[in-house]
């Protein structure tokens, strides 16, 4: 059974007496799974025990995703909160680094079909934020090219994003299975990463109690950071 997470204090990025926000790390469950017979610690136990009390998630992230992972503190908030999550009231903004230079900006409209053979309407907006063209060969190509995009999802489907930039050929570095596992193995070989660089990173929505206008940030994970640290020092040299 995995420990990774054992004794792990969880980053709190948001809370008051109606709701409570985490920065979740990459490979973190938000609760257990069937799927993940490996886990034996999860966010919603973790930040139960952290603050005393009972927590309800009111939406799910990917274990392989960081970032902001929003709770209520009571049944109430839980409910209105995920009416808000189906209604599309609640804004999300996620940061991916993908293969290749993305296109500046556009909107992928594609439908996905679960597991259970249901096909659903999915639509992602992306914004491009930079691109990065490292002086390291790949494969026959003389450099290797990123870009960092900024991903607004409109619907709320399971792996959309995953799956959306799959789709356009723009794969999320680190993404198994619907990435590229050369890329993946590149990462792994010249800069030991073998995390997925999804990080959502902020949510917007009118609180369901004050209705007042709320924002939740959270920073990219260490793992994140390093990759770009890395990208603009190898960047900057060759200019």
Request: charged letters at 25%; aromatic letters at 10%.
């Amino acid at each position: 059974m995995s420990e990774e997470f054992e004794n792990t204090i969880l980053e709190i990025v948001y809370q008051d007496d109606f709701l409570v926000a985490i920065n979740k790390p990459h490979g973190l469950l938000v609760h257990r799974s069937p799927i993940a017979a490996d886990a034996s610690e999860f966010a919603i136990q973790l930040l139960r025990d952290q603050l005393g009390r009972k927590v309800y998630p009111t939406h799910r992230l990917d274990r392989k995703t960081s970032g902001v992972l929003l709770f209520a503190l009571d049944e109430s908030t839980n409910r209105t909160m995920q009416q808000l999550f189906m209604n599309q009231g609640v804004s999300k903004t996620y940061k991916a680094l993908v293969r290749g230079f993305i296109p500046e900006n556009g909107t992928i409209d594609y439908a996905l079909t679960t597991d259970e053979g249901k096909t659903q309407d999915a639509v992602t907006h992306y914004e491009r934020i930079e691109t990065f063209e490292l002086p390291i060969p790949f494969g026959k190509h003389a450099t290797s090219r990123y870009s960092l995009v900024k991903l607004d999802p409109e619907t709320g489907r399971m792996h959309q994003l995953r799956k959306h930039l799959a789709h356009i050929f723009y794969p999320i570095i680190g993404d198994r299975p619907h990435g590229c596992n050369k890329q993946n193995k590149f990462f792994l070989e010249q800069w030991q990463m073998n995390k997925m660089l999804l990080h959502a990173e902020e949510i917007s929505f009118d609180h369901p109690v004050t209705k007042e206008a709320v924002v939740i940030r959270a920073n990219y994970s260490e793992d994140f950071q390093r990759i770009l640290a890395e990208f603009e020092s190898i960047t900057l040299i060759q200019q």
